[in-house]
């Protein structure tokens, strides 16, 4: 998945689960912006605008845009 296709989905309100280091983690647009969260894990990043949450969310402190081509097992809901 590249940068503009994840941008697309979570725009139209799409929710994207995924696999990055066997870990999995959802993003999903909220009425206040956009979330990460890691499967069974209570904490969570949310920003407000697409570009703040593409530069400034990390996994395992990789920046989720440097990563993306490194996710895997994406299911779109």
């Not at 697309?8 to 309100?13: A, D, P, S, T």
């Not at 990789?62 to 779109?76: H, P, R």
């Amino acid at each position: 998945m590249d940068l503009e296709e994840l941008k697309k989905y979570l725009e139209i309100g799409h929710d994207i689960e995924f696999k990055f280091n066997n870990e999995k983690y959802s993003i999903t647009p909220t009425g206040t912006g956009f979330c990460l969260t890691k499967f069974y894990n209570l904490d969570h990043q949310e920003y407000e605008h697409f570009d703040e949450f593409i530069n400034k969310v990390t996994l395992n402190k990789y920046k989720l845009k440097d990563i993306l081509d490194q996710i895997n097992e994406i299911f779109i809901y």
